[in-house]
């Protein structure tokens, strides 16, 4: 699906989510990755194959 070069990681790869943007509806809260990965505004995703992933907000770590 990815054009660019060099590619985008493929949608299994656990870089999925550092391919290119290629649309954005901030009015609804999601993009499109290039590599058919949807990802929404609270960090969760859905992959093309319709698994989701949940958001990652409880893992980021506070700095002291």
Known sequence: MCQHR???PPADAPD???ARLVAYHA???WGLLCNG???FED???L???GRSVPNRRGL???AA
Do not use: K, S
């Open 43 to 45: 960090t969760g995703e």
């Open 47 to 49: 992959l093309p194959d």
């Open 6 to 8: 060099p590619p985008c």
């Open 60 to 62: 980021l770590v506070r």
């Open 37 to 39: 990965v949807i990802v």
């Open 27 to 29: 009015e609804q809260g």
């Open 16 to 18: 999925h989510d550092a």
